[in-house]
Structure formats: structure tokens, C-alpha cells
């Protein structure tokens, strides 16, 4: 039997559900390859940041550096170590033009913004570069304590709204999940302009070095266990909202993948495992996929996907649990029973 993998995200036909998450891997073209090679369906590329974009910030880093360091040598070695890891706004959008003609893969760009701006000609760039998608990722931590989170939600909703008028091609929205209401928010963001969201973005937790006596940012990667976030929202918004729906965070293995489409994700986006156990691991996920559903008798992905959403679970309110009692509960007796 040949099982139909193919699926659609942001309205690009997709010859299979997994797609490379923004990360330096997609930035290098001989990785992008075998990415491609190995089974990849699309990929996202690494983020252009708002903060190389600005151009009092460029200008800011045309100054002579202060004596004695300080903050102004701080936000330079960071400027420096963001073009490293993009290599700066020009070769950002002659790697997409690059990325196009090597590999026949969708391209999706991708932008880091806070703020609406001057940078926004940016997401048309990318889309002039030949972009297929552009996703927005919306990363920062609210820490004013008097701004509120209706503000923040606005600013959320505007800088869609402002980047949707700047391009035509499908725009897709990564936010992270610390909202009151998130179905709501999820709803504006689409109302707004996007055509996808992207659930969840990991924020980087601050580390103490203990020796060095300071806070320390360090990127760690996800473990399997970070799937659970997007599964449970995934879930709850199968089918109620009018946009794609793709899972980033803990997705490393096989099983992931099929309980995200189980629970409705038009995708699933890997960087993590692909890391920790080489590009070839994408076609065990793919291979994996197929496996299960020809297993499971299923002649395509479309066939089952969603049918552990929340609304057509045969326990709906599993999802919504949020209390501890019956997971207290069931853990207790599994643990007295292996005393
Ligand atoms: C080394 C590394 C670099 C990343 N760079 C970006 C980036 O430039 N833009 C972005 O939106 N996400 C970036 N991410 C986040 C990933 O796209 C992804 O959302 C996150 O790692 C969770 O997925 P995972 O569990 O598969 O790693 C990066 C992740 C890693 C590990």
C-alpha cells in the first residue's frame, strides 16, 4: 500500500509533514541539501533580527568603541556575534535566492521583530529575495511592570497586521505560549494576518555560572518531554481556527510526530533532535510516519489527522485538565505499585 504523506501548510503543497525549523542548519547550503535529501519538506531559514536591522543600531556600531567596555562593548560583541550567525542582512537575502535554485523544497524566511519599523521593508525583501513563506517570529519577554497585557496583545496583533501589509506570500506567526487566553490571541493573530501559526517558541532560560559568579545566557536544546505544550494547544485549536498549524519544541522522534498529527498539526518543525542526532535523522521520521500509518491502515495523513483533537477525542476534557488531581492520582498508584 502507498501511503499519502503529503500535506499542506500556509497553502504550499508539502510532500510529507516535516519541515526544518528556522536554525543555522537551513543558513548552509550544503546542509540545506541533504536536509532536503534526507526528507525534509520545507525549511525555515535562521531569523533576521530586528535588532541588525535597525539603522541607528548600525549606526551605533560605527561609533568608537567606549573606553573601559561597559554596556556599548556588550550590545557590540552581540551585533558582532549576530552577523555571525547569519552573516548580516545582505547574505541573508542572497541565501534565499541561493536556497531557492539549490534545493526544490519550499523556502520559508524568517524575521524576528518586536516593534513595527523601519526594518519592516525587510519581510518584502524577503519575499522580492523568492521566498515562498515568511514567518514572524515574535520573541521578547514582557518585564515592564506597568505595561499591561492588554498592550502587549496589541502589540502583538499590530506588528502582524504591519508585516502582512508588506508582503503577499504566506505569512506565518511564532509566538510563544504564555498568554491568559491563548485560543483568543491565536484567533486575533490570524484575524490580523497570519496564515499559520507556529506553536511554541522556547524562550532561553538565564543559567548562573557559578564560577565565573554571573548570569549567563546558554542555549539548551529541547527534550521530548517540551512536546506536551504544543500537543495540548494543537489539540484545543484543530479545526476551530482558520490558519495552518505547525508544532515546533520537542519534537525528536517518530512517535512525535504521529501524535501531533493525530491531534491536527499541518506540520511538525524539528531543530533540536537534528542536532543532537544528525540530519539523517528526518528520515527516520518520515519513515517512521509511514510506518505507522500503513500499520494503522490509513491510506494518507489526511485520513487521520486530528482525530485525537480535542473535538473529536473520545475524552475531550483530557485536554483541558489542567488540575493535578487525576494525574496525582494515577501517579500514586503506579508509584506504590513499583514499591
Ligand atoms: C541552534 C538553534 C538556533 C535557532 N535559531 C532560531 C532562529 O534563528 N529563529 C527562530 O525562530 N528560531 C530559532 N531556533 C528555535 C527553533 O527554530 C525551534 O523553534 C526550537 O529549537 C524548538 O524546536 P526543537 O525542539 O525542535 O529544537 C533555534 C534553535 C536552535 C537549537
Known sequence: MVVDLSTKYLGLKLANPVVVSACPLTGELDVLRRLEQFGAAAAVMPSLFEEQLEQKTRDARQLSVAPGGGPL???LAYFHELKEYNRGPEIYLKHIAEAKKAVSIPIIGSLNLTVPGDWLRYARLIEEAGADALELNIYF????????SREIEARYTELVAAVRKEV?????VKVAPYFTAFPNMARRLVEAGADGLVLFNRFLQPEIDLDAFRVIPRLA???????????RWIALLHGRIDASLAATTGVHFADDVIKLMLVGADVVMVASTLYRHGVNVLATLVDGLRD????????????????????????????????????????????????
Not at 503577499?168 to 506565518?172: D, F, M, R, T
Open 73 to 75: 562593548i556588550e550590545s
Open 141 to 148: 519577554l514582557a518585564i515592564e511592570l506597568d505595561t499591561t
Open 168 to 172: 503577499s506570500i504566506p505569512l506565518a
Open 221 to 231: 536544546l529541547s527534550t521530548p518531554d517540551e512536546l506536551r505544550v504544543p500537543l
Open 292 to 339: 505507522w500509518l500503513e500499520a494503522n491502515e490509513y491510506h494518507s495523513l489526511e485520513q487521520m489527522r486530528g482525530c485525537l483533537s480535542q473535538r473529536k477525542c473520545p475524552d475531550p476534557a483530557a485536554f483541558e485538565r489542567a488540575n493535578y488531581t487525576k494525574a496525582l492520582t494515577s501517579f500514586l498508584s503506579g508509584a506504590e505499585s513499583n514499591h
